[in-house]
């Protein structure tokens, strides 16, 4: 499925090797570096999944996951830090994180448990995910239309994993380029609407429709 994460790491360098190995990955991935601007962007965007750093320069990363569930907010969370040991694990397991990884770590590894993850959230433990006459495998990034490998670029793929799932919501233009981009500037206009015509032309006409005035629509029915 279509997944933008929230990094919450005040260290530059993993940071960045963060956001461009999951980016390339093909996640949506926006970086703060702060428990404050993490809740800044928690109660302004919609996130699929957080990464939290435990040692920040403004507190702990438990205290901001601790303000979370007390409110209510059920966000799956990846915890990746340097604090390794079993009691560290324990306490931030115990205060609702959904995983718990150690610096130094493999983009694969923490790429792996995202999907994971996110494979428990929807409650399907399938690495495959159908629909109609599609198949899509968040592993790989293949698409399959009726058993034929369909080729999507990079945009394309996010795109169809966000209408997928969004089934049966109409998704304005400003959601889906917030899901395709976040926080990037200087989008194009009518980025949306190319990449549209583009999944149409490889995927049929009826892969999404326009609900005029409101934005667009995978139908459950198509």
Known sequence: MK?????VEDDG?????????LSRRGYTVDWVRDMESAATALDLENFSMMILDLGLPDGSGLELLQKMRDGGNRLP???LTAWDTVPNRINGLDNG????????FE?????????????????????TIRIADLEIDPATKR????????RLSHSEYVLL???VENVGIVLSRERLEASL?????DVESNAIQVHIHNLREKLGTDIVKNVRGFGYLMDKKR
């Open 13 to 21: 360098m993993i940071g960045e090797e963060i956001q461009e190995g």
């Open 161 to 163: 994993t966000t209408f």
């Open 97 to 104: 994180a959904d995983d718990y990884m150690v610096k130094p």
């Open 143 to 150: 698409v399959s239309k009726d058993g034929r490998e369909v």
């Open 181 to 185: 981009y976040g926080w990037e500037k």
């Open 77 to 79: 969370v990846i915890i």
């Open 107 to 127: 983009l694969e590894e923490l790429s792996a448990r995202i999907r994971a993850l996110a494979r428990r959230v929807r409650g399907d433990s399938s690495p």
């Open 3 to 7: 997944i933008r994460i929230l990094i």
